[in-house]
């Protein structure tokens, strides 16, 4: 039976190198796979999924006037054997409906993978309704600079500290973002430590 699956982590835990090697077992085994993203996701271009160990794939994006079940049933029904997401967090709520009626009205499985929470611990929409609809959850699990397990996807500033305020979409990678337990998240706000981002000198 299809399943909707959500494979979430936060970042840095290798969440699109493994939509991509998933992408590539089920191509290996001769099965057309529909690789799709959200338009909010424009760091590697506007139509290449790329991850930080180097993958990368051709993509279709997905911008949020679009109806996901109308355009797989005009384009896709019946050429496609799973769809796989990235960076699903930030699908509209109506979007990840619309692939929960994919999988149950075609048999589809469909892998949706991205972050589960913001950099202020709050769920984004896509995520939230992913939460609630999804067959199967699953966290891709990735470390604290301190040995723990890494929960929440702290912003940094230029300056080294911790942001707790903004905008809740502010793309960035290492440059931006670092995974850290909610101990050390805690206690970098509370004492303004200064954060080292992974890949600074």
């Not at 077992?25 to 991850?51: C, F, H, M």
Request: glycine share 6%; charged share 25%.
């Amino acid at each position: 039976m299809a399943k909707l699956y959500f494979k979430y982590g936060a970042m840095g835990s290798s969440k699109t190198a493994q939509a991509l090697i998933t992408k590539y077992n089920y191509e290996e085994n001769d099965l057309s796979v529909w690789l799709i993203k959200p338009s909010a996701d424009t760091r590697d271009g506007a139509q290449i999924l790329r991850s930080r160990i180097g993958l990368e794939a051709q993509v279709e994006v997905i911008t949020p006037s679009v109806d996901v079940y109308r355009l797989f049933e005009q384009e896709r029904k019946g050429s496609c054997n799973v769809i796989i997401v990235d960076e699903c967090q930030f699908l509209l709520s109506e979007q990840i409906d619309q692939l929960r009626a994919i999988v149950n009205d075609f048999s589809i499985p469909v892998l949706c993978f991205g972050l589960r929470t913001d950099f202020q611990t709050k769920l984004f929409p896509g995520s939230r309704r992913l939460m609630e609809l999804a067959d199967c959850i699953e966290e891709i699990k990735t470390m604290c600079d301190c040995g723990a397990k890494a929960t929440v996807n702290a912003r940094i500033d230029c300056e080294g500290h911790i942001v707790t305020q903004g905008a809740q979409v502010v793309l960035g990678g290492n440059d931006s973002y670092i995974a850290m337990c909610h101990k050390c998240y805690i206690a970098g706000i509370r004492e303004r430590k200064t954060i080292k981002l992974h890949g600074q000198n």
